[in-house]
């Protein structure tokens, strides 16, 4: 018996550390995409260049971020305030700090923040308690929060 969940563990560590190099991979290969893509005159396949605020930060996405509510918000005010002149590249109208926060929160979890529209992003990001970089923890609740132990 014993034999066998020593078994089951050395399965459970590889198949762990699997997910944790697919992971890796992944992540490196996104970034080596996106360091190559800030220097390159054209943007790598499946993503586009926007560039942000008054200053013109070029920031790199993905093209399917496009579909997304924050960018469907985004790109109605940029049509509302630079009309359809095109001049070059897609400009979006918002602070760079901002737009950096949503791109974090989308890459870090596509499907839980690709459901937010403008004014749900601008809400939780001037939370004081937001920080893109950490992920938010729930407070531990007992479920039984009356029972006898």
């Given at each position: ?14 198949a ?11 992540t ?83 499907k ?31 479920l039984?929060?009356?029972a006898?132990?």
């Open positions: 018996m014993a034999g066998a969940m020593k078994k089951v563990d050395k399965i459970r560590q590889m762990c550390l699997k997910d944790l190099l697919i992971r890796w991979k992944q490196s290969l996104r970034r080596r995409i996106l360091n190559d893509a800030v220097s390159s005159p054209r943007a790598p396949s499946g993503f586009l260049f926007v560039y942000v605020g008054t200053e013109r930060k070029r920031f790199v996405i993905p093209t399917r971020f496009l579909n997304l509510p924050i960018f469907a918000s985004l790109l109605k005010e940029t049509e509302e305030e630079f009309g359809f002149r095109c001049s070059g590249g897609l400009v979006l109208p918002c602070e760079v700090g901002f737009f950096n926060d949503v791109v974090e929160c989308l890459h870090k979890d596509e839980k923040y690709g459901k937010f529209s403008l004014q749900e992003f601008a809400n939780m990001i001037s939370d004081p308690g937001f920080d893109p970089c950490k992920e938010k923890m729930m407070p531990f609740i007992p039984l929060q009356k006898m132990v």
